[in-house]
């Protein structure tokens, strides 16, 4: 495998947060719009515009993989003090991406020490505790596509990745957990062109998938919470599979993680059905929606990433933050 090679896994995973993210951020609003939007598989405000005239503004989780898709570009690896300088520059570009409160605040805490103190702003945040926030799980797609050969690398370099910014186990292991399941999604994608669902793949089903996840994790509220996605049917109402794995509505990594990889692991070979289940959860949309969208996208046929959504979104690689 080249580094143009891995470069290029990497970018298709980042199209995929991107037009997630986007998509997802489409859907706030008023509940029973947003619910009618749903059902008919419409996407809001998008529906009576020219096709040309659609642009999707992405928002902070593509901006911050964009941070992780350049030093993987630049090193084939994660420096915690490059990344963070790296988060601090996409965040001062524009800071209107919907950035969080406290992420902002250990950024700019960080720009004023010049990133020399950013292990232990990050370790300090959350009174001693770090951050268990979904933004570390939000980013590492990149990471996930790059070395979907090497697992044992996507986790340490997911952890890496994690602690810059949320500095608890929680956030970590989301994190990994995230990066691993694109890495297997890369994998399933690459193993045989033809493949139509998980049970013609080395996976076999849904349980062996998140198995091999789980075996790379650390025991943790979010590791058990997505042990138990092995108990929730295809088939559940959308109300039941968020009481039973949350929806990101507290913006925890335990909260947003498990339904990602349920999701995911459904939809698996189905980029755009994956989206339209994971936006039905409604919950942190454009969080839950780029994750889905980055693991997807490796494992799904072109034909089942829709052309007029790739038009639609803002072009991550023209944008202000990556490196001409
Ligand atoms: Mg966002």
Redesign the pocket.
């Known amino acids: 495998m080249t580094h143009q090679e891995r470069i290029y896994l990497a970018q298709k995973a980042l199209l995929g947060v991107s037009i997630g993210?986007a998509f997802g951020?489409k859907f706030f609003g008023d509940y029973d719009f947003i619910l009618e939007k749903i059902e008919k598989k419409e996407i809001p405000n998008a529906e009576n515009e020219n096709l040309e005239n659609i642009f999707w503004e992405f928002?902070?989780?593509t901006a911050m993989s964009i941070a992780i898709f350049e030093e993987l570009k630049e090193k084939a690896d994660i420096d915690q003090i490059n990344l963070t300088k790296k988060f601090i520059k996409n965040h001062n570009l524009d800071p209107n991406?919907?950035?969080g409160a406290t992420l902002r605040r250990t950024l700019r805490e960080m720009q004023e020490t010049e990133t020399t103190e950013w292990e232990n702003i990050a370790k300090n945040s959350f009174e001693g505790q770090g951050s268990m926030g979904n933004g570390a799980c939000?980013r590492v797609c990149p990471i996930g596509a790059f070395f979907f050969d090497d697992l044992e690398k996507v986790k340490i370099l997911a952890k890496k990745s994690s602690e810059t910014t949320h500095y608890n186990i929680e956030a970590s292991t989301g994190a990994i957990a995230i990066a691993i399941t694109t890495a297997l999604a890369t994998k399933i994608g690459k193993e045989d062109e033809d493949n139509k669902d998980l049970s013609q793949t080395f996976v076999k089903n849904y349980a062996d998938f998140v198995d091999i996840i789980l075996s790379y994790l650390p025991d943790c509220d979010t590791k058990s919470k997505i042990a138990k996605t092995k108990n929730v049917m295809p088939n559940y109402h959308i109300e039941t599979i968020k009481t039973m794995l949350g929806n990101g509505t507290q913006m925890t990594a335990q909260d947003t993680v498990p339904f990602v990889i349920w999701c995911a692991g459904h939809y698996l070979c189905d980029f755009e059905s994956a989206l339209w289940k994971a936006i039905s959860i409604l919950g942190d949309r454009?969080?839950i929606c780029?994750m889905v969208g980055g693991i997807t996208i490796m494992s799904s046929k072109k034909e089942k990433i829709p052309q007029n959504w790739i038009n639609s979104v803002e072009k991550f690689e023209k944008s202000i933050f990556c490196e001409k």
């Open positions: 993210d951020d928002t902070d989780d991406r919907g950035y939000m454009d969080t780029a």
